[in-house]
């Protein structure tokens, strides 16, 4: 079926559905340049069983039998599809491809499951009969999962511990799959770190071997017409092979145009000793891994970080739109713009808490901070956006954070000066958000993400907090500071 055919039927299936129901199952459709480049990451030389799970209209199935039609192999695909409306698309797809399979004397078989694939897949896997696939191709939903629901509970009785729908359908796939099998699926990023995928990457390590990632520089790109903005990526999987090597490829976008390839050893993705499991993806312009940089943890600096402890609907009592004498600042991200604060400012959050004991818990002293965004918003070209909060800034003795800020402490109080301005600007550089984006599978900054990140020493921190006082706070500035330092 010809791809531009396919891409329309996509759209024109997309613009069928409920967009509220569509939004409660998770349903984005994958694009046909999407899924020629996942079917073309496969082997077909066996006769082939293949899984695609929440298989829309079948772009993923189509391209996959585009390629076992080339290849002269026979194959049986089965596909689960829960929504009527996209189940109507997909068999008129589906059958498509086995006239096309009989035309070229290729056996292509085909089946359309309309149940819940997690309900029927924990049966399969609950008897050794149970079917088993050579191949697994997914573009699963994303949705989280509620602990006590229904699937949460049957993922459970077969081992299965995890906290969305699409970490769900990629472990059931592999436990699906024969010893040998492959698994090709476009699924966010945020798996590869966090605890609550930890089990989940666990599970894929254990049990098999990751062979390619693809990465997407635009994290908006993949699924444009669907407005997806999680960061997806591709992985190629084989079952119970060993692990070596992991290739990385890049792509600007789904267009797949000009792909850059690089060869790296597994232990540059999984640390050896690293007991969380994180999997790290190397961009091209990632930081080295020897880079004297990335040193120490934060409480070898004697330094922490926290979620902003001021969770304003929680203490919406005490806002004031504007600071006073019975008042402490409260500090929101919209209060630092281009490393300069702002305030009071004029905004529908207040400016100010007033002062009362029962807030004091959530309060820290005046002094130096740190302050990285949780969220960074689309225009902003780093990932990790910090700032200083100086004492001057606020001319008070207490100050609260609001909950969008992670912030640098140490024991509940400000950092000496020349460390924050040389976390900061650690934090700011080019070479930091290279480091990041191949750590972190999330759009958004976390904690945990912080606390778990080698640092500089605090002797290097220092150095360069005095110079960063001294030199200007534009990007190509901050480059050359953390070059002199780490030459140093």
């Known amino acids: 079926m010809n791809a531009n055919v396919l891409d329309d039927i996509r759209k024109e299936a997309s613009q069928r559905l409920d967009q509220s129901k569509r939004g409660a199952l998770g349903q984005f459709m994958t694009p046909s340049s999407i899924a020629a480049f996942m079917a073309s990451l496969f082997t077909y030389q066996k006769p082939i069983s293949l899984l695609d799970a929440g298989a829309g209209v079948g772009s993923l199935t189509s391209a996959f039998l585009e390629r076992a039609i080339t290849a002269g192999t026979a194959t049986h695909a089965e596909t689960w599809e829960i929504d009527a409306t996209l189940r109507e698309y997909l068999q008129q797809t589906l059958s498509h491809y086995a006239l096309k399979g009989k035309t070229a004397n290729v056996s292509i078989e085909t089946t359309v499951h309309p149940t819940d694939f997690i309900e029927q897949a924990v049966l399969n896997l609950g008897t050794q009969r149970g079917r088993r696939f050579t191949h697994a191709i997914l ?29 769900a359908f990629a472990a059931l796939s592999i436990q699906l799959l024969e010893n040998g099998g492959e698994m090709v699926a476009i699924i966010p990023r945020s798996f590869c770190n966090g605890p609550y995928y930890r089990p989940f990457r666990a599970l894929l390590l254990n049990q098999g071997a990751i062979r390619q990632i693809h990465l997407f520089d635009s994290r908006s790109k993949a699924f444009a017409d669907d407005d997806v903005l999680q960061e997806n990526i591709i992985i190629h999987y084989v079952k119970g092979v060993d692990q070596g090597d992991v290739k990385i490829t890049t792509s600007h976008d789904a267009t797949f145009v000009n792909i850059t390839e690089t060869i790296h050893p597994f232990e540059a993705i999984v640390h050896p000793h690293d007991a969380e499991h994180f999997i790290r993806i190397p961009h091209s312009n990632a930081a080295p891994a020897t880079s004297p940089l990335f040193a120490l943890g934060l409480r070898e600096i004697g330094l922490e970080v926290c979620t902003g402890p001021v969770v304003d609907f929680r203490v919406k009592e005490f806002w004031r739109a504007d600071p006073g004498p019975d008042t402490v600042p409260l500090l929101y991200p919209h209060h630092l713009s281009e490393g300069t604060l702002t305030y009071p400012k004029t905004h529908k959050k207040p400016n100010a808490l007033l002062r009362h004991p029962a807030l004091d818990k959530w309060l820290m002293p005046n002094g130096h901070y740190v302050l990285v965004k949780r969220f960074s918003s689309k225009e902003e070209r780093r990932r990790v ?102 030459s140093a």
């Open 385 to 486: 956006v910090a700032y200083v909060v100086r004492p001057e800034d606020c001319c008070t003795d207490r100050l609260g954070f609001e909950n969008h800020w992670n912030v640098f402490h140490t024991g509940k109080q400000g950092l000496d000066k020349d460390v924050a301005y040389g976390l900061a600007t650690f934090l700011n550089s080019s070479i930091l958000d290279a480091h990041f984006r191949a750590f972190s599978g999330h759009t958004q900054v976390n904690a945990t993400d912080l606390r778990t990140m080698k640092y500089p020493d605090r002797t290097q921190l220092t150095r360069l907090g005095k110079l960063a006082q001294q030199t200007p706070n534009d990007q190509a500035s901050i480059d050359q500071l953390i070059e002199r330092i780490e």
């Open 139 to 167: 573009n699963p939903p994303y949705k989280k999962m509620a602990s006590h629901s229904l699937h949460r509970l049957l993922l459970r009785k077969i081992g299965i511990e995890t906290v969305n729908l699409y970490t």
